[in-house]
Structures are given as structure tokens and as C-alpha cells.
Nanobody
């Protein structure tokens, strides 16, 4: 089972930026599609963004489009989420997720099923 470690969360004012990172222990990192989900207090976990195994395809939730950018560096076994123009409603615990099956597709609202998860990193946006 892969180990996923998120970092980069914190407290930021509305309009600010944060860059989340997810480091994976898997040597075959480049074979697995990955993404980000978030969970706000009292709400269900929701999809944010995903990127396919090669980095050629991405998909975003409507709430993230135009403000967030997902990327990956397969040489460093790391995925990123650049978050700009942050809003108070972006406040949540952000989780890194990896497909359990290799070479998975990334389409639409990437499913939360059959994933390995990180421990989460808190993002708090103050108004």
C-alpha cells in the first residue's frame, strides 16, 4: 500500500494563495492517477481536482476551475495543488488520493472509490 503525505496547508486570508504537496512512497508513482478531495466540518468529502498518471489530463470541480491548478512531478513522486484567490468556503481538510489501479482514467468528477488516502492537511481561509 502506498503512503501519501500531504503538506502545505495553513491559515491564509481571503484572496491569498497556498500550494499543497503530496509525496508518495510508491516507486511506480508515474503509473497512477491522483487527485485532491476536501472535507469541511459537517460536510461530506468532495472532489476538488485530479490528474492522470502521465500528467496529460486534468479535471476539476466547478468550485476549483479557474482558481486551482493540479500538477505532478513524476521524477519527484509528488503531486501539487496550487490554490489561488482563496475564499472562506475553501476552508477544509484537503486529502491526497491515489488510484489503487494503474493507468486509470481521469474524467469528470473523479470517484472517491478504490483510492489510497493521505492523512489530510488543514486549509483555513479567513475573511
Amino acid at each position: 500500500q502506498v503512503q501519501l503525505v500531504e503538506s502545505g496547508g495553513g491559515l491564509v486570508q481571503a484572496g491569498g494563495s497556498l500550494r499543497l504537496s503530496c509525496a508518495a512512497s510508491r516507486r511506480t508513482f508515474s503509473m497512477y492517477s491522483m487527485g485532491w478531495f476536501r472535507q469541511a466540518p459537517g460536510k461530506e468529502r468532495e472532489f476538488v481536482a485530479a490528474i492522470n498518471w502521465s500528467g496529460s489530463t486534468t479535471t476539476y470541480a466547478d468550485s476549483a476551475k479557474g482558481r486551482f491548478t493540479i500538477s505532478r512531478d513524476n521524477a519527484k513522486n509528488t503531486m501539487y495543488l496550487q490554490m489561488n484567490s482563496l475564499k472562506p468556503e475553501d476552508t477544509a481538510v484537503y486529502y491526497c488520493a491515489s488510484d489503487r489501479a494503474s493507468f486509470g482514467m481521469v474524467v469528470g468528477r473523479w470517484t472517491s472509490r478504490d483510492k489510497d488516502w493521505g492523512q489530510g492537511t488543514q486549509v483555513t481561509v479567513s475573511s
